[in-house]
T-cell receptor
């Protein structure tokens, strides 16, 4: 079975530019989450979507936005890029989001973003 | 204070050794816990979920102590291939169902 896929794998952008990262979840999974991982740290939560609705948002500025499509794939958009946005952006999918008990999240290979 | 705190590491152990990682979490409302493994420049991969009764998967044993808000991972008979960063994770009860990761503990198993 195909795992979580992300595109592109690597990206180099200049400060002030905009970037769109894409994610396709595992077939049958309806929840997608986005995380940012900078070197030497654990992943930090950015957004979670379930059934095309935002279900959670981490402590990131409004320059970060996301959406989920009817086929459950997702996009993460970052505007006005800063040097500090350089990181590995990870997408994770999980099958069901139910009250209080969540299923494990499975990560894609990530998009490595470098802002110069 | 971070929601999940882990041993700083790194841990350097010889093949065949037993190694234990510890982790504490601050949000008493957290309901699910996991250990993920991350190889250099790769994505985190789920190693195991952690249940209140403790659970074992081959050489790996995970324990949860809700009263102390403490999670552990024990690796027996370490293999060279166990070398990686181990991430302790608590599922948040706010901000949706976000995974709250520790900083990770690096393990190097040497011949």
């Amino acid at each position: 079975d195909a795992g979580v896929t992300q595109s592109p794998t690597h990206l180099i952008k200049t400060r002030g530019q905009h970037v769109t990262l894409r994610c396709s979840p595992i077939s049958g999974h309806k929840s997608v989450s986005w995380y940012q991982q900078v070197l030497g740290q654990g992943p930090q939560f950015i957004f979670q979507y379930y059934e095309k609705e935002e279900r959670g948002r981490g402590n990131f500025p409004d320059r970060f936005s996301a959406r989920q499509f009817p086929n459950y794939s997702s996009e993460l958009n970052v505007n006005a890029l800063l040097l500090g946005d350089s990181a590995l952006y990870l997408c994770a999918s999980s099958p069901v989001l139910t009250g209080g008990f969540a299923y494990e999240q499975y990560f894609g290979p990530g998009t490595r973003l470098t802002v110069t | 204070r971070k929601e999940v705190e882990q041993d700083p590491g790194p841990f350097n152990v010889p093949e065949g050794a037993t190694v234990a990682f510890n982790c504490t979490y601050s949000n008493s409302a957290s309901q699910s816990f996991f250990w993920y493994r991350q190889d250099c420049r790769k994505e985190p991969k789920l190693l195991m979920s952690v249940y209140s009764s403790g659970n074992e998967d081959g050489r790996f044993t995970a324990q949860l102590n809700r009263a102390s808000q403490y999670i552990s991972l024990l690796i027996r008979d370490s293999k060279l291939s166990d070398s990686a960063t181990y991430l302790c994770v608590a599922l948040g009860s706010n901000s949706g169902y976000a995974l709250n990761f520790g900083k990770g503990t690096s393990l190097l198993v040497t011949p």
